[in-house]
């Protein structure tokens, strides 16, 4: 693009995407959209799949990688996760287990978490707002948490809603 400085990529820093991004990655279709040949079939640069970005998740190293970095990649998978949630793949033990939820703590603080650790999910706001120094929370806004069904169901953190593990009593 004419407003960025140019620069040369690597085949292994290129993405051929039109929808979502891999953060560190040059993302080609919107640039060149009518090269498909060239720098799918020729070159050989991946399409954005769900495997890639699986892929991604699974080599993140939480020493260097920051929160914008992980929540892109989760709203990546979240892009091309089929329609069905329930005909897609099943969350895998060995995603599960890697840390790469964003999780606030009580002190404020982020950090990032495993599928198995315990933390909550916002999905109503006044429950948020009472226990906001209290429990750990996902790292999106109630508006992002809306956005983000697909991928929670997936994971299989449904549990996890605020709305299903708070009880009321007057």
């Known amino acids: 693009p004419l407003d960025q400085p140019k620069q040369w990529f690597?085949?292994?820093?290129?993405v051929w995407s039109g929808?979502?991004?891999i953060v560190g990655k040059a993302c080609l279709e919107p640039i060149y959209p009518d090269l498909a040949g060239l720098f799918v079939e020729c070159l050989e640069i991946p399409r954005l799949s769900l495997a890639l970005v699986y892929q991604e998740l699974l080599a993140i190293d939480n020493t260097k990688s920051t929160i914008p970095y992980v929540k892109n990649l989760l709203w990546s998978l979240q892009a091309l996760l089929p329609p069905?949630?329930?005909?897609?793949?099943v969350f895998a033990d060995e995603l599960a287990s890697r840390p790469i939820f964003p999780v606030r703590m009580p002190d404020g603080s982020s950090k990032f978490l495993t599928a198995l650790d315990d933390f909550a999910i916002i999905d109503r706001q006044h429950y948020?707002?009472?226990l906001k120094n209290r429990i750990k929370f996902l790292g999106f806004t109630l508006d992002e948490v809306r956005r983000l069904k697909p991928?929670?169901?997936w994971a299989g953190l449904t549990d996890r809603y605020l709305s299903r593990s708070v009880v009321e009593q007057t």
């Open 84 to 89: 069905e949630t329930g005909a897609g793949p």
């Open 10 to 14: 690597r085949v292994s820093e290129c």
């Open 151 to 153: 991928l929670i169901e």
């Open 128 to 130: 948020a707002d009472a």
């Open 19 to 21: 929808e979502g991004a």
